[in-house]
């Protein structure tokens, strides 16, 4: 059984792939779709068997790709919950960059009298 995780991130229009240990898969596709299609078969040139995969966005740039392969049908892969606490550390820092939130005050609300 092998099971092969992806750190994905999308830079313009491209989304790019790197295992993130004990491999040095890599891919880029225009699209999450054509993505996960290239990593699942660059796993199935390693090991063969049933393959099952669950792919999880963090942001809207950076996803997590889990592929699971194995002799048994019934193996599925990791809640999403565990896989994106073991790529936080890798895709946090570039969320971080693009992130710019406004901070809105209460004082900044109008009132609103509801029993006028």
Same mark, same amino acid.
């Given at each position: 059984?092998?099971?092969?995780?992806?750190?994905?991130?999308?830079?313009?229009?491209?989304?790019?792939?790197k295992q993130t240990s004990g491999g040095d898969i890599e891919?880029?596709?225009?699209?999450?779709?054509?993505?996960? %299609?290239?990593?699942?078969?660059?796993?199935?040139? %390693?090991?063969?068997?049933?393959?099952?995969?669950?792919?999880?966005?963090?942001?809207?740039?950076?996803?997590?790709?889990?592929?699971?392969?194995?002799?048994?049908?019934?193996?599925?892969?990791?809640?999403?919950?565990?896989?994106?606490?073991?790529?936080?550390?890798s895709v946090a820092p570039a969320a971080e960059e693009k992130k710019e939130e406004l901070e809105e005050s209460d004082d900044?609300?109008?009132?609103?009298?509801?029993?006028?």
């Amino acid at each position: 059984m092998g099971v092969y995780m992806f750190v994905c991130r999308k830079s313009g229009s491209e989304w790019s792939a790197k295992q993130t240990s004990g491999g040095d898969i890599e891919a880029s596709a225009s699209s999450t779709y054509d993505l996960q %299609r290239k990593l699942v078969q660059h796993a199935l040139s %390693r090991d063969s068997g049933v393959v099952s995969s669950a792919f999880n966005l963090v942001t809207p740039s950076s996803a997590v790709f889990e592929v699971i392969i194995g002799s048994n049908a019934t193996s599925a892969p990791a809640p999403a919950s565990s896989i994106s606490g073991v790529v936080a550390a890798s895709v946090a820092p570039a969320a971080e960059e693009k992130k710019e939130e406004l901070e809105e005050s209460d004082d900044d609300m109008p009132l609103i009298d509801i029993f006028a």
